[in-house]
Protein backbone atom coordinates (compact mmCIF):
# COMPACT_ATOMS: atom_id res chain seq x y z
CA UNK A 1 0.00 0.00 0.00
CA UNK A 2 2.04 3.02 -0.78
CA UNK A 3 1.57 6.51 1.12
CA UNK A 4 0.37 7.98 -1.64
CA UNK A 5 -3.12 5.99 -1.88
CA UNK A 6 -6.42 7.28 -0.91
CA UNK A 7 -8.56 5.93 1.88
CA UNK A 8 -12.03 5.87 2.99
CA UNK A 9 -12.73 7.04 6.76
CA UNK A 10 -15.48 5.03 7.58
CA UNK A 11 -16.95 7.77 10.21
CA UNK A 12 -20.10 5.57 11.22
CA UNK A 13 -17.30 2.46 12.49
CA UNK A 14 -16.63 4.90 15.60
CA UNK A 15 -17.77 6.94 18.00
CA UNK A 16 -15.40 8.90 19.99
CA UNK A 17 -15.52 11.44 22.97
CA UNK A 18 -13.81 12.77 26.31
CA UNK A 19 -14.10 11.51 30.08
CA UNK A 20 -12.16 13.83 32.35
CA UNK A 21 -8.18 13.98 30.40
CA UNK A 22 -8.60 10.93 28.17
CA UNK A 23 -10.29 10.66 24.53
CA UNK A 24 -12.03 7.14 24.29
CA UNK A 25 -13.28 5.69 21.52
CA UNK A 26 -16.53 3.34 20.66
CA UNK A 27 -15.85 0.85 18.14
CA UNK A 28 -19.37 0.56 16.94
CA UNK A 29 -19.14 -3.14 14.65
CA UNK A 30 -17.55 -4.82 18.54
CA UNK A 31 -19.09 -2.56 21.01
CA UNK A 32 -15.45 -2.62 22.76
CA UNK A 33 -14.07 -0.06 24.30
CA UNK A 34 -10.30 2.03 23.80
CA UNK A 35 -8.83 4.66 25.96
CA UNK A 36 -6.35 6.56 23.21
CA UNK A 37 -2.90 7.20 23.49
CA UNK A 38 -1.51 11.00 22.65
CA UNK A 39 -0.85 9.88 19.14
CA UNK A 40 -3.84 7.68 18.20
CA UNK A 41 -5.91 10.82 19.57
CA UNK A 42 -4.13 13.30 16.76
CA UNK A 43 -3.86 10.63 14.47
CA UNK A 44 -7.95 10.65 14.98
CA UNK A 45 -8.78 14.00 14.66
CA UNK A 46 -6.69 14.52 11.65
CA UNK A 47 -9.14 11.77 10.47
CA UNK A 48 -12.40 13.61 11.49
CA UNK A 49 -14.17 15.41 9.31
CA UNK A 50 -12.71 13.81 6.38
CA UNK A 51 -14.03 11.62 3.92
CA UNK A 52 -10.56 10.27 2.12
CA UNK A 53 -7.43 10.84 3.21
CA UNK A 54 -3.95 9.17 2.40
CA UNK A 55 -0.91 8.17 4.56
CA UNK A 56 1.43 10.48 3.41
CA UNK A 57 -1.13 13.79 4.27
CA UNK A 58 -1.40 11.79 7.56
CA UNK A 59 2.32 12.31 8.33
CA UNK A 60 2.41 15.48 6.88
CA UNK A 61 0.01 17.53 9.55
CA UNK A 62 1.42 15.40 12.49
CA UNK A 63 5.25 15.83 11.48
CA UNK A 64 6.23 16.24 15.43
CA UNK A 65 5.09 12.39 15.83
CA UNK A 66 7.68 10.11 14.51
CA UNK A 67 6.51 8.58 11.42
CA UNK A 68 7.03 4.88 13.15
CA UNK A 69 3.79 5.99 15.90
CA UNK A 70 1.99 7.56 13.17
CA UNK A 71 2.33 4.30 10.60
CA UNK A 72 1.47 2.18 13.74
CA UNK A 73 -1.76 4.09 14.79
CA UNK A 74 -2.96 4.45 11.55
CA UNK A 75 -2.16 0.33 11.23
CA UNK A 76 -4.77 0.01 14.60
CA UNK A 77 -7.14 2.19 12.54
CA UNK A 78 -6.70 0.23 9.73
CA UNK A 79 -7.63 -2.85 11.64
CA UNK A 80 -10.44 -1.98 13.23
CA UNK A 81 -12.26 -0.55 10.02
CA UNK A 82 -11.90 3.29 10.48
CA UNK A 83 -9.88 3.60 7.78
CA UNK A 84 -10.53 1.20 4.83
CA UNK A 85 -9.32 0.73 0.74
CA UNK A 86 -12.01 2.16 -1.70
CA UNK A 87 -14.10 -1.19 -2.88
CA UNK A 88 -12.64 -2.35 0.54
CA UNK A 89 -16.04 -2.29 2.51
CA UNK A 90 -19.02 -5.32 2.05
CA UNK A 91 -22.14 -4.80 2.41
CA UNK A 92 -23.91 -7.16 5.14
CA UNK A 93 -24.93 -10.20 3.67
CA UNK A 94 -27.63 -11.80 4.61
CA UNK A 95 -28.63 -15.27 4.69
CA UNK A 96 -31.56 -17.16 5.07
CA UNK A 97 -32.70 -18.02 8.70
CA UNK A 98 -33.92 -21.32 9.18
CA UNK A 99 -32.97 -22.94 12.69
CA UNK A 100 -33.93 -21.38 15.93
CA UNK A 101 -32.04 -23.24 18.62
CA UNK A 102 -34.35 -22.38 21.53
CA UNK A 103 -33.24 -21.70 25.29
CA UNK A 104 -36.40 -20.26 26.62
CA UNK A 105 -39.86 -21.35 26.28
CA UNK A 106 -42.25 -19.17 28.18
CA UNK A 107 -45.75 -20.82 29.28
CA UNK A 108 -48.68 -18.54 29.57
CA UNK A 109 -50.62 -20.78 31.80
CA UNK A 110 -53.14 -18.44 32.49
CA UNK A 111 -54.49 -15.07 31.48
CA UNK A 112 -56.24 -14.41 34.54
CA UNK A 113 -55.12 -12.02 37.31
CA UNK A 114 -56.57 -11.50 40.69
CA UNK A 115 -54.93 -7.40 40.07
CA UNK A 116 -55.86 -5.20 37.87
CA UNK A 117 -52.78 -2.67 37.35
CA UNK A 118 -54.24 0.46 35.24
CA UNK A 119 -51.17 0.26 32.89
CA UNK A 120 -51.41 -3.39 32.24
CA UNK A 121 -49.58 -3.94 28.46
CA UNK A 122 -51.03 -7.73 28.19
CA UNK A 123 -54.11 -7.85 25.48
CA UNK A 124 -55.26 -11.30 26.74
CA UNK A 125 -55.44 -10.68 30.11
CA UNK A 126 -58.59 -11.47 31.73
CA UNK A 127 -60.38 -11.36 35.68
CA UNK A 128 -59.86 -14.62 37.63
CA UNK A 129 -63.10 -16.28 36.23
CA UNK A 130 -62.76 -15.34 32.94
CA UNK A 131 -59.09 -16.97 32.45
CA UNK A 132 -58.30 -19.19 30.16
CA UNK A 133 -56.03 -21.54 31.15
CA UNK A 134 -52.96 -23.55 29.02
CA UNK A 135 -53.92 -27.38 29.04
CA UNK A 136 -51.54 -29.72 30.10
CA UNK A 137 -51.01 -31.45 27.37
CA UNK A 138 -50.48 -28.62 25.11
CA UNK A 139 -47.91 -27.26 28.10
CA UNK A 140 -45.53 -30.82 27.80
CA UNK A 141 -45.67 -30.32 24.22
CA UNK A 142 -44.65 -26.56 24.98
CA UNK A 143 -41.65 -28.35 26.60
CA UNK A 144 -40.96 -30.92 24.29
CA UNK A 145 -40.63 -28.32 21.52
CA UNK A 146 -37.95 -26.65 23.47
CA UNK A 147 -36.10 -29.62 24.35
CA UNK A 148 -36.33 -30.89 20.52
CA UNK A 149 -35.75 -27.10 18.79
CA UNK A 150 -32.85 -26.92 22.15
CA UNK A 151 -30.69 -29.99 20.82
CA UNK A 152 -27.58 -27.81 21.04
CA UNK A 153 -28.14 -25.97 24.84
CA UNK A 154 -26.87 -27.74 27.34
CA UNK A 155 -29.49 -25.86 29.28
CA UNK A 156 -32.72 -24.88 28.82
CA UNK A 157 -35.19 -22.46 30.60
CA UNK A 158 -38.73 -22.64 31.50
CA UNK A 159 -40.52 -19.49 31.90
CA UNK A 160 -44.27 -19.33 33.78
CA UNK A 161 -45.92 -16.31 32.97
CA UNK A 162 -49.96 -15.18 33.18
CA UNK A 163 -52.02 -13.28 34.31
CA UNK A 164 -50.52 -14.42 37.12
CA UNK A 165 -48.80 -17.52 37.17
CA UNK A 166 -49.32 -18.44 40.42
CA UNK A 167 -53.29 -18.78 39.42
CA UNK A 168 -52.30 -22.18 37.50
CA UNK A 169 -50.24 -24.22 40.04
CA UNK A 170 -51.35 -27.19 39.55
CA UNK A 171 -50.12 -26.87 36.45
CA UNK A 172 -46.73 -25.28 37.01
CA UNK A 173 -46.25 -28.13 39.54
CA UNK A 174 -47.04 -30.54 36.95
CA UNK A 175 -44.79 -29.30 34.18
CA UNK A 176 -41.89 -28.91 36.80
CA UNK A 177 -41.89 -32.71 37.19
CA UNK A 178 -42.23 -32.83 33.85
CA UNK A 179 -39.25 -31.20 32.80
CA UNK A 180 -36.96 -32.35 35.23
CA UNK A 181 -37.69 -35.70 34.12
CA UNK A 182 -37.43 -35.56 30.77
CA UNK A 183 -33.88 -33.31 30.86
CA UNK A 184 -32.79 -35.59 33.31
CA UNK A 185 -33.23 -38.02 30.35
CA UNK A 186 -31.77 -36.12 27.95
CA UNK A 187 -28.70 -35.28 29.80
CA UNK A 188 -29.92 -31.48 30.30
CA UNK A 189 -29.91 -28.65 32.87
CA UNK A 190 -33.07 -26.86 33.67
CA UNK A 191 -33.86 -23.96 35.30
CA UNK A 192 -37.33 -22.46 36.21
CA UNK A 193 -38.28 -19.16 36.48
CA UNK A 194 -41.59 -16.74 36.89
CA UNK A 195 -42.88 -13.22 37.64
CA UNK A 196 -45.69 -12.70 40.29
CA UNK A 197 -46.98 -10.03 41.93
CA UNK A 198 -46.83 -11.93 45.13
CA UNK A 199 -50.53 -12.13 46.97
CA UNK A 200 -50.75 -15.31 46.51
CA UNK A 201 -47.41 -16.71 47.88
CA UNK A 202 -47.57 -19.18 50.53
CA UNK A 203 -44.83 -20.42 53.20
CA UNK A 204 -45.46 -23.95 51.08
CA UNK A 205 -45.15 -22.14 47.58
CA UNK A 206 -41.83 -20.31 48.88
CA UNK A 207 -40.70 -24.18 49.40
CA UNK A 208 -41.65 -26.03 47.07
CA UNK A 209 -40.02 -23.05 44.76
CA UNK A 210 -36.79 -23.09 46.68
CA UNK A 211 -36.65 -26.78 46.43
CA UNK A 212 -36.97 -26.62 42.56
CA UNK A 213 -34.69 -23.47 42.63
CA UNK A 214 -37.01 -21.30 40.63
CA UNK A 215 -35.95 -17.42 39.41
CA UNK A 216 -38.33 -15.30 40.48
CA UNK A 217 -39.22 -11.53 40.24
CA UNK A 218 -41.64 -9.63 41.82
CA UNK A 219 -43.71 -6.59 40.47
CA UNK A 220 -43.21 -3.88 42.48
CA UNK A 221 -43.13 -0.23 41.96
CA UNK A 222 -42.17 1.30 45.33
CA UNK A 223 -43.45 2.91 48.44
CA UNK A 224 -46.72 2.89 48.94
CA UNK A 225 -48.16 5.54 47.60
CA UNK A 226 -46.40 4.84 44.30
CA UNK A 227 -47.24 1.43 44.17
CA UNK A 228 -50.72 2.13 44.86
CA UNK A 229 -51.19 4.74 42.30
CA UNK A 230 -51.71 2.30 39.43
CA UNK A 231 -51.11 -1.66 41.13
CA UNK A 232 -54.47 -2.57 42.15
CA UNK A 233 -57.04 -5.51 42.90
CA UNK A 234 -59.98 -6.33 40.84
CA UNK A 235 -62.07 -4.01 42.93
CA UNK A 236 -59.59 -1.06 43.02
CA UNK A 237 -57.83 -1.56 46.03
CA UNK A 238 -54.29 -0.78 46.69
CA UNK A 239 -51.95 -3.74 47.13
CA UNK A 240 -48.84 -2.57 48.67
CA UNK A 241 -49.54 -3.61 52.42
CA UNK A 242 -50.06 -7.59 50.73
CA UNK A 243 -47.74 -7.58 48.61
CA UNK A 244 -44.92 -6.23 50.97
CA UNK A 245 -45.81 -8.55 53.67
CA UNK A 246 -45.89 -11.89 50.84
CA UNK A 247 -42.25 -10.15 49.36
CA UNK A 248 -41.00 -9.61 53.27
CA UNK A 249 -41.68 -13.36 53.58
CA UNK A 250 -39.91 -14.53 50.49
CA UNK A 251 -36.76 -12.36 50.95
CA UNK A 252 -36.46 -14.09 54.47
CA UNK A 253 -37.40 -18.31 53.62
CA UNK A 254 -35.75 -18.01 50.11
CA UNK A 255 -32.53 -19.49 49.54
CA UNK A 256 -32.01 -20.80 46.35
CA UNK A 257 -31.32 -17.24 43.89
CA UNK A 258 -31.05 -13.91 44.29
CA UNK A 259 -35.35 -12.45 44.34
CA UNK A 260 -35.21 -9.24 42.10
CA UNK A 261 -38.03 -6.32 41.60
CA UNK A 262 -39.54 -5.07 38.52
CA UNK A 263 -40.84 -1.95 38.83
CA UNK A 264 -43.16 -0.37 35.97
CA UNK A 265 -42.40 3.59 36.07
CA UNK A 266 -45.95 5.55 35.08
CA UNK A 267 -46.56 9.19 34.26
CA UNK A 268 -46.30 10.99 37.74
CA UNK A 269 -43.12 9.55 39.59
CA UNK A 270 -40.04 8.94 38.19
CA UNK A 271 -37.83 8.96 41.45
CA UNK A 272 -35.92 5.86 40.96
CA UNK A 273 -33.56 6.43 43.39
CA UNK A 274 -36.11 6.43 46.02
CA UNK A 275 -37.83 3.76 44.62
CA UNK A 276 -34.54 1.51 44.78
CA UNK A 277 -33.77 2.89 48.25
CA UNK A 278 -36.70 1.32 49.64
CA UNK A 279 -37.37 -2.29 47.21
CA UNK A 280 -33.22 -2.74 47.84
CA UNK A 281 -31.99 -1.17 51.30
CA UNK A 282 -35.66 -1.34 53.26
CA UNK A 283 -37.26 -4.12 51.71
CA UNK A 284 -33.85 -6.43 50.65
CA UNK A 285 -34.56 -7.06 47.30
CA UNK A 286 -31.40 -8.57 45.50
CA UNK A 287 -32.11 -6.57 42.52
CA UNK A 288 -34.23 -3.78 41.28
CA UNK A 289 -35.28 -2.83 37.27
CA UNK A 290 -36.89 -0.12 36.10
CA UNK A 291 -39.28 -0.57 32.82
CA UNK A 292 -40.28 2.90 31.89
CA UNK A 293 -44.01 3.32 30.31
CA UNK A 294 -43.87 4.83 26.76
CA UNK A 295 -46.62 2.43 24.49
CA UNK A 296 -49.49 2.43 26.69
CA UNK A 297 -52.51 2.90 24.59
CA UNK A 298 -53.82 5.19 27.86
CA UNK A 299 -51.95 8.02 27.45
CA UNK A 300 -52.20 8.71 30.75
CA UNK A 301 -49.90 6.24 31.83
CA UNK A 302 -47.16 7.39 29.49
CA UNK A 303 -44.14 8.92 30.67
CA UNK A 304 -44.17 12.55 28.75
CA UNK A 305 -41.26 13.66 26.77
CA UNK A 306 -39.77 15.67 30.17
CA UNK A 307 -40.07 12.90 32.48
CA UNK A 308 -38.15 10.66 30.45
CA UNK A 309 -35.50 13.26 30.75
CA UNK A 310 -36.14 13.28 34.51
CA UNK A 311 -36.14 9.85 34.57
CA UNK A 312 -32.87 9.42 32.87
CA UNK A 313 -31.08 12.15 34.96
CA UNK A 314 -32.39 10.07 38.07
CA UNK A 315 -31.21 7.01 36.45
CA UNK A 316 -27.65 8.73 36.33
CA UNK A 317 -27.60 9.56 39.97
CA UNK A 318 -28.54 6.06 41.06
CA UNK A 319 -25.67 5.10 38.42
CA UNK A 320 -23.02 6.90 40.14
CA UNK A 321 -24.09 5.13 43.33
CA UNK A 322 -23.58 1.72 41.44
CA UNK A 323 -20.21 2.93 40.36
CA UNK A 324 -18.93 4.03 44.41
CA UNK A 325 -20.50 0.49 45.53
CA UNK A 326 -18.06 -1.03 42.56
CA UNK A 327 -15.60 0.44 43.66
CA UNK A 328 -15.71 -0.90 47.15
CA UNK A 329 -16.67 -4.10 45.44
CA UNK A 330 -20.17 -4.09 46.23
CA UNK A 331 -23.09 -4.38 43.76
CA UNK A 332 -25.72 -2.22 44.73
CA UNK A 333 -28.41 -4.05 42.65
CA UNK A 334 -29.27 -1.54 39.98
CA UNK A 335 -30.03 -3.84 37.41
CA UNK A 336 -30.26 -1.85 34.24
CA UNK A 337 -27.08 -0.25 35.34
CA UNK A 338 -25.60 -4.14 35.77
CA UNK A 339 -26.52 -5.25 32.45
CA UNK A 340 -24.86 -2.41 30.63
CA UNK A 341 -22.05 -2.92 32.56
CA UNK A 342 -22.40 -6.49 31.37
CA UNK A 343 -23.00 -5.85 27.70
CA UNK A 344 -19.68 -3.59 27.90
CA UNK A 345 -17.42 -5.80 29.63
CA UNK A 346 -18.20 -8.67 27.54
CA UNK A 347 -17.73 -6.72 24.60
CA UNK A 348 -21.35 -8.07 23.70
CA UNK A 349 -22.57 -7.27 20.01
CA UNK A 350 -26.33 -7.78 19.13
CA UNK A 351 -27.57 -8.23 15.57
CA UNK A 352 -31.21 -8.76 17.25
CA UNK A 353 -32.67 -6.17 20.31
CA UNK A 354 -33.37 -9.35 22.69
CA UNK A 355 -33.95 -13.44 22.15
CA UNK A 356 -37.69 -13.64 21.07
CA UNK A 357 -38.22 -15.92 18.33
CA UNK A 358 -35.04 -16.55 17.90
CA UNK A 359 -34.04 -17.96 21.72
CA UNK A 360 -37.34 -17.86 23.21
CA UNK A 361 -41.24 -18.33 22.01
CA UNK A 362 -43.90 -18.14 24.00
CA UNK A 363 -46.47 -20.87 23.97
CA UNK A 364 -50.32 -18.95 24.68
CA UNK A 365 -53.72 -21.00 26.24
CA UNK A 366 -54.47 -21.80 22.15
CA UNK A 367 -50.85 -23.34 22.13
CA UNK A 368 -50.21 -20.86 19.29
CA UNK A 369 -46.23 -19.88 18.88
CA UNK A 370 -45.79 -16.08 19.94
CA UNK A 371 -42.59 -13.66 19.23
CA UNK A 372 -42.08 -13.50 23.45
CA UNK A 373 -44.78 -13.38 26.28
CA UNK A 374 -45.74 -9.46 25.42
CA UNK A 375 -47.34 -11.05 22.32
CA UNK A 376 -49.38 -13.08 23.43
CA UNK A 377 -52.94 -11.85 22.49
CA UNK A 378 -52.07 -9.45 19.68
CA UNK A 379 -52.83 -9.13 16.28
CA UNK A 380 -49.46 -9.82 15.44
CA UNK A 381 -49.38 -12.99 13.58
CA UNK A 382 -48.03 -16.12 15.69
CA UNK A 383 -45.16 -18.49 14.14
CA UNK A 384 -46.99 -21.36 14.39
CA UNK A 385 -47.68 -24.12 17.36
CA UNK A 386 -46.89 -26.44 20.21
CA UNK A 387 -48.76 -29.05 17.81
CA UNK A 388 -46.98 -28.66 14.61
CA UNK A 389 -43.94 -26.83 15.56
CA UNK A 390 -42.39 -23.57 14.73
CA UNK A 391 -43.30 -21.70 10.98
CA UNK A 392 -39.65 -21.50 10.44
CA UNK A 393 -40.11 -20.15 6.89
CA UNK A 394 -42.09 -16.87 8.67
CA UNK A 395 -40.52 -16.85 11.68
CA UNK A 396 -36.93 -16.53 9.49
CA UNK A 397 -38.68 -13.63 7.34
CA UNK A 398 -39.80 -11.75 10.31
CA UNK A 399 -35.81 -12.36 12.21
CA UNK A 400 -34.12 -11.33 8.52
CA UNK A 401 -35.38 -7.88 8.45
CA UNK A 402 -34.90 -7.63 11.93
CA UNK A 403 -31.25 -8.05 11.18
CA UNK A 404 -31.55 -6.05 7.61
CA UNK A 405 -31.02 -2.27 8.87
CA UNK A 406 -30.74 -0.53 5.34
CA UNK A 407 -33.71 1.40 5.56
CA UNK A 408 -33.99 2.60 9.37
CA UNK A 409 -31.63 5.20 11.29
CA UNK A 410 -30.04 2.38 13.26
CA UNK A 411 -27.89 1.51 10.10
CA UNK A 412 -25.45 4.58 10.93
CA UNK A 413 -26.41 4.40 15.36
CA UNK A 414 -23.41 4.47 17.50
CA UNK A 415 -24.84 2.21 19.40
CA UNK A 416 -26.54 -0.17 17.06
CA UNK A 417 -25.31 -3.12 18.41
CA UNK A 418 -25.80 -2.74 21.79
CA UNK A 419 -29.69 -1.82 21.49
CA UNK A 420 -30.40 -3.22 17.80
CA UNK A 421 -33.49 -1.01 17.18
CA UNK A 422 -34.98 -1.52 20.65
CA UNK A 423 -38.51 -3.77 22.45
CA UNK A 424 -40.15 -5.13 19.62
CA UNK A 425 -43.31 -4.86 21.43
CA UNK A 426 -43.14 -1.38 22.48
CA UNK A 427 -42.70 -0.61 18.27
CA UNK A 428 -45.41 -2.69 18.18
CA UNK A 429 -47.33 -0.75 20.40
CA UNK A 430 -46.16 2.76 19.48
CA UNK A 431 -46.05 2.22 15.38
CA UNK A 432 -47.87 -0.76 14.79
CA UNK A 433 -44.33 -2.24 13.22
CA UNK A 434 -42.32 -4.34 15.20
CA UNK A 435 -39.61 -3.90 13.60
CA UNK A 436 -39.66 0.03 13.80
CA UNK A 437 -36.66 1.61 16.30
CA UNK A 438 -37.91 3.39 19.25
CA UNK A 439 -36.84 6.27 17.72
CA UNK A 440 -38.54 8.33 21.56
CA UNK A 441 -35.80 6.69 23.38
CA UNK A 442 -33.20 6.93 20.44
CA UNK A 443 -31.05 10.05 22.39
CA UNK A 444 -31.25 9.07 25.57
CA UNK A 445 -30.14 5.68 24.94
CA UNK A 446 -27.15 7.28 23.40
CA UNK A 447 -26.98 9.25 26.24
CA UNK A 448 -27.14 6.27 28.55
CA UNK A 449 -24.38 3.91 27.19
CA UNK A 450 -21.66 7.02 26.79
CA UNK A 451 -22.74 7.49 30.54
CA UNK A 452 -21.91 3.84 30.84
CA UNK A 453 -18.80 3.38 29.47
CA UNK A 454 -17.75 6.72 31.29
CA UNK A 455 -18.58 4.47 34.70
CA UNK A 456 -17.73 0.88 33.20
CA UNK A 457 -13.68 2.47 32.71
CA UNK A 458 -13.72 4.07 36.20
CA UNK A 459 -14.72 0.85 38.04
CA UNK A 460 -11.88 -0.37 35.44
CA UNK A 461 -9.16 1.82 36.92
CA UNK A 462 -10.30 1.89 40.57
CA UNK A 463 -11.28 -1.86 40.98
CA UNK A 464 -11.51 -4.14 38.04
CA UNK A 465 -11.74 -7.23 40.28
CA UNK A 466 -15.61 -6.32 40.83
CA UNK A 467 -16.03 -6.68 37.04
CA UNK A 468 -15.25 -10.06 37.18
CA UNK A 469 -16.78 -11.16 39.97
CA UNK A 470 -20.05 -9.80 39.63
CA UNK A 471 -20.20 -9.66 35.88
CA UNK A 472 -18.07 -12.47 34.16
CA UNK A 473 -20.92 -15.45 33.33
CA UNK A 474 -23.52 -13.56 34.90
CA UNK A 475 -26.86 -15.37 33.52
CA UNK A 476 -29.86 -12.85 32.55
CA UNK A 477 -33.07 -14.14 33.46
CA UNK A 478 -36.15 -12.95 31.51
Known sequence: ?????????????????????????????????????????????????????????????????????????????????????????????????????????????NTGCNLSCTYCYKEDLDVPSAGKR?????????????ISEGASRDRINVVFFGGEPLSNMELIRQVTEYAERRCSEENKQIDFSLTTNATLLTEELIDYFDAHRFGISISMDGPEAVHDRRRLTVGGKGTYSVVRKK??????????????ARVTLTSGYTDVCEIHKHLKDELGFAEVGFAPVTSNPVDVFNLSESELRSLFESMKTLGREY???????????????????????????????????????????????????????????????????????????????????????????????????????????????????????????????????????????KNPSFLHQHISNRRVEL
Not at 68 to 84: K, Y
Not at 134 to 146: D, P, T, Y
Not at 247 to 260: C, F, H, I, M, N
Open 134 to 146: LSLEKAIKGVELL
Open 1 to 109: MSGSEQLIVSRAVFHDFDIRSDRVLLHVPSTSVFVLDPIAKDVLDCLKGETLVTRDEIHRRLSSHTPESISGAVDDFFSLGILELPGGAQGQEFKEIREFPLSTIVLNV
Open 247 to 260: AKLLLERYKSKPVG
Open 323 to 461: VSSAIRGVNNGFSNMHQLMSDLYEGRKKSLPCGAGVGLLAVDHKGELNLCHRFTGSTLPTFGNVESGINKVELGKFIEKAIDRTDRGCKSCRIQNLCSGGCYHESYANFSDPHSPVYHYCDLLREWVDFGIECYLEILE
